[in-house]
């Protein structure tokens, strides 16, 4: 038996496809203002409450290596994500969405160490034909984003459960493998489903830059009911993680602005 956890009283979930966006300003802080409200963003960038400003910086075009490794605000949303399930894009080397982070963005909106994002991590669960939970910080939405979405995925007539097997897990503080970036896991905000089902470009042996084809074996369904909640999904990135989603509700919320249709 699953426990239910708590949730803030005012959790009410949205859908990022249909919310309805204002229009006419920088696409970058439109999308980041919607995304996480509270934020102070204006046409300079981030402002931290301790003051500190993350500059929205240029987009400067150039070596997708080096702006993987360190990019600007405005950098991060160089790659358009495609809402439609489009893995064609995918083939474009380092067409990447959302992979790109500017690391004290997310420290600053769910904790820059392991116990501050600890504090901030609840439980959510699905049951019924496959059973499992997942840690994921209540900052921001994320967590009653993510009840929500397992709530869809358990309403969907398709055989969902295979995905929710064996699950590979949600938080972690560490870095990602092969490098000195923090990972997503480590803000609470990321899970990845069945790792048998899907899918990593490393270990296909591939080269950065080339990681070839990748065969998804996670249904359509699924990814849209996240996606609808502001998750994004690395079966859409040339560096695919199949298994892997994370809460990024600006990265769906540029690419709308942007004039991606919604599926
Ligand atoms: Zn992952």
Known sequence: MITTPVWAADCTPVDFLTLPLPSGDDPVVTALRVAYPGLTVD???VTLADGSLIALGEDRSRDPAARLANPTLREQFHDIYPLRFDLNARMDAWHDPGRAR???????????????VRASLRKVAISGKASASFLISERHGAACQMRAALAGVQALT?????????VAGSFNWRQIAGTSR????????AFDLNADLGGYWRWSKRPEGNAGPYLN???QDVVQVFERHGFIWGGKWHHFDGMHFEYRPE?????????????
């Open 217 to 219: 074996r996670i249904p």
């Open 182 to 189: 923090m990972s997503t896991h480590s803000y609470g905000i």
């Open 102 to 116: 500017v690391e004290p963005l997310f420290a600053a909106l769910y904790g820059g160490t392991e116990q501050a």
């Open 43 to 45: 046409a300079q960038g």
């Open 158 to 166: 398709i055989d969902w459960a295979p995905a929710f097997r064996n």
């Open 251 to 263: 990265v769906i919320l540029y690419a709308r602005l942007m004039g991606q249709a919604a599926p």
